[in-house]
Antibody, heavy 120, light 108 residues
């Protein structure tokens, strides 16, 4: 079965960076896109960006341009999302989610989430 | 950017009742590019419906989606206690993908 397993919770200081991993199994890694979605405490879902595991092409939401980097390692079927210049508003649970497409996509499988806390 | 507005914010119903959740888009979604998700407390979202009315694998038949254009509906026929959750709609018609703010379903 499809599984997306994310790295553990992180606590970071303002201005620092965080890198979250998402390891995929149960399907051909390069056949599906991987998206990142975050959820601040008590809030809704916010789409952040997407990576094509096949070619490495990425796209991200305007809110995160310049601060987000997504990469992948096809040898371990893992994608990474790095967010820089963290501020308190970045405190959230970060999810990876498998998508059918790059731009037109719903998300059929989700990771368990990674809590990132930004606090001085 | 397309904005999705969900209503009501909270729905409180008795077990067995029908729940009707609404999602309105600020622009027409061609080909009904809309999905619905269920999120229970402390869990990741789960895909229920895509292309407005296609149930995802393993989703019970009591969940159904309908609508087109700018107006979409998620219906839960015969509410069960395990359906307590927040439900989100999501459009994938335009870049960037976007979610509604959610509807919380409670059991009376």
């Amino acid at each position: 079965q499809v599984q997306l397993v994310q790295s553990g919770a992180e606590v970071k200081k303002p201005g620092a960076s965080v890198k979250v991993s998402c390891r995929a199994s149960g399907y051909t890694f390069t056949n599906y896109y991987m998206h990142w979605v975050r959820q601040a405490p008590g809030q809704g879902l916010e789409w952040m960006g997407v990576i094509n595991p096949s070619g490495g092409t990425t796209g991200d939401a305007q809110n995160f341009q310049g601060r987000i980097t997504m990469t992948r390692d096809t040898s371990t079927s893992t994608v990474y999302m790095e967010l820089t210049s963290l501020r308190s508003e970045d405190t959230a649970v970060y999810y990876c989610a498998r998508g059918q497409g790059y731009t037109s996509s719903w998300f059929d499988n989700w990771g368990q989430g990674t809590l990132v806390t930004v606090s001085s | 950017e397309i904005v999705l507005t969900q209503s009501p914010g909270t729905l409180s119903l008795s077990p067995g009742e029908r729940a009707t959740l609404s999602c309105r888009a600020s622009q027409t979604l061609s080909s009904s590019y809309l999905a619905w998700y269920q999120q229970k407390p402390g869990q990741a979202p789960r895909l229920l419906i895509y292309y407005a009315s296609t149930r995802a694998p393993g989703i019970p038949a009591r969940f159904s989606g309908s609508g087109s254009g700018t107006e979409f509906t998620l219906t839960i026929s015969g509410l069960q206690s395990e359906d307590i959750a927040v439900y989100y709609c999501q459009q994938f018609n335009n870049w960037p993908p976007a979610f509604g703010q959610g509807t919380k379903v409670e059991i009376k």
